[in-house]
């Protein structure tokens, strides 16, 4: 017999399966990141997760809401765009709420959407900022997959909003953009406070804290490198981001 014939075989572990991955995501990320960086890049499951989540919250709006009053809502929280409509002759104001409450149902169908175009994006921005900036070996397919299984804790949110409408929250008080009370925003009346601090204080969710911890253990986990440089990166852009929120909320509202 040959020495190449006694020589034993590596032992290769089959990868997670796709609810593996999910059911990992909030019970033990490290092992969904690490078979993210292992080739299992699909996201196919996290993709529909979304849609049919974000379909039950649509519903639900159409339904216990109606988009007219969404419109009107909204209206609360852009005092400017609200005093600007008011001005108008009474026939092209019902025109314009017409259109803005169709507005409203199509950007909100159109969610799942853009949350795949806003992953794009950012898989890519991050990809740079950890392979460029802190000497990561990350590719695009693993850092947009993990994007897509560290953001799961946000559709939480979604079902907490659709569950609190079905139990009585009032119609007059729902916001597509903040429908649950994951943060202190959303226990405030964003009339009450500058629009500047009550942006700061949606965007200090809970479960968008909790995405954005994972974000940058798994890009981390990926790249090869150090926690601390996940967490720069992730955190760095979107502090960034957030100042820019909150700017624009402070000029234009």
Do not use: H
Request: hydrophobic share 50%; proline share 5%; net charge positive.
């Amino acid at each position: 017999m040959s020495e190449m014939e006694v020589q034993p075989t590596a032992e290769r572990t089959a990868g997670l399966t796709q609810w593996q991955r999910v059911t990992n995501t909030f019970t033990s990320p490290s092992k969904t990141f690490e078979d993210i960086k292992g080739g299992n890049r699909s996201w196919w499951l996290p993709l529909i997760l979304c849609i049919v989540i974000g379909s039950a919250l649509w519903g639900t709006v159409t339904v216990r809401v109606g988009w007219r009053q969404v419109e009107e809502n909204g209206l609360r929280i852009a005092p400017k765009q609200a005093e600007r409509l008011q001005s108008l002759p009474s026939d092209q104001l019902e025109r314009q709420m017409k259109y803005g409450a169709i507005g409203q149902e199509i950007f909100w169908l159109a969610a799942p959407a853009g949350l795949i175009i806003l992953n794009l994006v950012a898989a890519g921005i991050l990809l740079g900022a950890i392979n460029f900036g802190f000497g990561g070996r990350a590719t695009y397919g693993q850092v947009l997959a993990v994007l897509w299984y560290g953001g799961l804790p946000m559709l939480i949110k979604l079902v907490l909003g659709a569950i609190g409408l079905w139990a009585g929250v009032a119609p007059e008080s729902f916001l597509p953009g903040n429908p649950a009370g994951t943060n202190i925003g959303y226990f405030l009346d964003p009339t009450a406070i500058s629009m500047a601090l009550w942006t700061l204080l949606v965007a200090l969710d809970i479960t968008g804290i909790w995405s954005l911890i994972l974000f940058s253990k798994g890009l981390a986990r990926v790249a090869g490198t150090k926690p601390s440089s996940g967490y720069a990166a992730v955190f760095g852009w979107w502090i960034l981001l957030l100042l820019v929120q909150v700017g624009a909320s402070a000029l234009f509202s």
